[in-house]
């Protein structure tokens, strides 16, 4: 048995995109270990049903708690969105979402309180991201759109060219006509279309990615606890439940290591 301070983080996400927290717990905590779940075999979340997705957020935590890790961190804010507080009732243990941390750092980071939100279909159509802004400051003006043709972009590995640009330039538009200062990336997997996104966007806008935030918090909560790993050799696990090979190839590239076996687990 690992003593509870070397056990791993758990971090989960429909594929990809919850890569984008991991490079960044390698950047901001790089002594903890991880356990990372993608439910490949459904992804695309965004467009599926509510219900399902916190029944799947639920099998996969009872899974990442099975093997014994320490905190949970939804790197997915689909999963956020719906399932953040039904895993915080039904989970003894510490879980992190995306959300809070990409809501605060946007409130901090915009001038004109004019604030952007792109994210899959189910997070915006939750209205999780909208009432949180509003929440914490009744001046923002929000507007979001949801973009559901870029999930499949990046787990394509299509992240450049001329059709992707379209593609984003088409989804953003709506948004471009606000004037805002500020654009939260409001799923995981965007961050790697940020140099399509500036380039359509321009840099007159400030582009959050919230993984940044979340991991910061994640490091806080480790210290409140005093569960800061100690050891010198952290363990890096990616199970997956569908295709492993092509998750393993894909995830790879976009980590800029490579991920080792990954292991299929159906649940
Ligand atoms: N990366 C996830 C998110 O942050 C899920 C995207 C999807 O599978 O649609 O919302």
């Not at 004109?112 to 999780?128: D, F, L, P």
């Not at 640009?165 to 965007?190: F, M, Q, R, W």
């Amino acid at each position: 048995m690992l003593e509870k301070k070397e056990a791993p983080l758990g971090v989960f996400d429909s594929g990809v995109g919850g890569l984008t927290v991991v490079r960044e717990i390698l950047k901001q905590i790089p002594s903890e270990s991880i356990l990372y779940y993608a439910d490949t075999a459904h992804v695309p979340y965004g467009s599926r049903d509510p219900q399902e997705l916190k029944g799947f957020a639920r099998k996969i935590t009872s899974y990442l708690v099975d093997q014994g890790c320490k905190m949970i961190i939804i790197a997915c804010n689909t999963s956020t969105s719906l399932a953040y507080e039904d895993l915080q009732t039904f989970f003894p243990l510490p879980i992190i979402g995306v959300i809070e941390p990409g809501v605060e750092k946007a409130l901090k980071t915009t001038k004109k309180s004019r604030i952007g939100v792109i994210g899959t279909v189910a997070t915006i159509n939750s209205g999780v991201y909208q009432q949180k802004l509003q929440a914490k400051n009744p001046d923002a003006q929000v507007y979001a759109a949801a973009c559901p043709p870029f999930v499949p972009l990046v787990e394509n590995g299509l992240i450049a060219g001329a059709d992707t640009e379209n593609t984003v330039a088409n989804c953003l538009s709506p948004l471009l006509e606000k004037n805002i200062d500020t654009l939260i990336l409001g799923c995981t997997h965007y961050p790697f279309l940020q140099p399509v996104i500036t380039k359509v966007i321009g840099s007159g806008i400030k582009v959050i990615d919230p993984a940044c935030e979340t991991v910061r918090k994640v490091g806080e909560k480790l210290k409140e606890l005093k569960l800061f790993a100690q050891g010198a050799n952290p363990s890096y696990h990616y199970v997956s439940s569908k295709s492993p090979q092509d998750f393993r190839a894909r995830g790879s590239v976009f980590l800029g290591e490579d991920l080792g076996t990954v292991k299929k687990v159906i649940l």
